[in-house]
């Protein structure tokens, strides 16, 4: 027997009202990134022994451009979820959490559009 | 309000011997934190470069102090550790390898390659450096 209404059990999302979200966007990220993160540590070493002129037409290919779009998003994703988990599990104070939640999100949001403004005045 | 007296409390961490399945899962939070530090590092390159020659070169010199060499060689064996152990974790996601003696043969696994993929990484970086 279930004290759950007909409703609530369709949505099957309880009080927090987000269900799996969290936990599967981690996952779904966590798999994006591993071929990413590949290409990403191919590419740092040629593109810092290529020096600033070199470094400038690697940045000027679009497959480049994608590749590092697509890793900043989801890595910075990732990021913000990671943080997250880690200050809910060891920040007890509800003010200080609260606050460096925010703080988290907020600060992977910041490096997310330099890093992605970058790449596109860099790919343009 | 504070307890009139002594309860028993349940064991925690300190209590327990570190063993190489808890060491290796306290390493990917560790290693996740310090990556997300790491993420400071990538987008001071980008913005560097999208600036232009005077700040990419402030970049670079910094890249190839001291501490920017320790920096890089930590946040590359982090990235490498955080992305071997990510993935035992997606295959217990999938419900495999989930048995002890599995979870200690996978993170042995996880030991190895960590480090064979970062000596790999700088050992091409390096090559490749060396010729340019």
Known sequence: ??????????????????????????????????????????FLPVAAAAGYNGFLQLMQDPI???????????????????????IEDYVHHEGAKTILLVLSALGASTIGAVSLVSIFMLAL | MAASKQRPLSPHLQIYRPQLTSVLSIFHRLTGVALSGGTLLLAWWLVAGAIGPDAYAIFEAFCTSWIGWVLLAGFSYA????????????????GFGLELKDAYVSGYVVV??????????WGVGLGIGGEG
């Open chain 2, 112 to 121: 190895v390659a960590s480090v064979v993929l970062t000596a790999l990484v």
């Open chain 2, 79 to 94: 990235l490498m550790y955080h992305m071997c152990n990510g993935i035992r974790h997606l295959f217990w996601d999938g």
């Open chain 1, 1 to 42: 027997m279930t004290l759950r209404s007909p409703l609530g059990r369709a949505r099957g999302l309880g009080s927090a009202k987000e269900g799996t979200h969290h936990w599967w966007m981690q996952r779904v990220t966590a798999v994006a990134l591993v071929p990413l993160m590949i290409l990403l540590v191919g």
């Open chain 1, 64 to 86: 480049t451009a994608t590749v590092l779009t697509l890793a900043v998003i989801a890595g910075l994703y990732h990021m913000k979820l990671g943080l997250q988990v880690v």
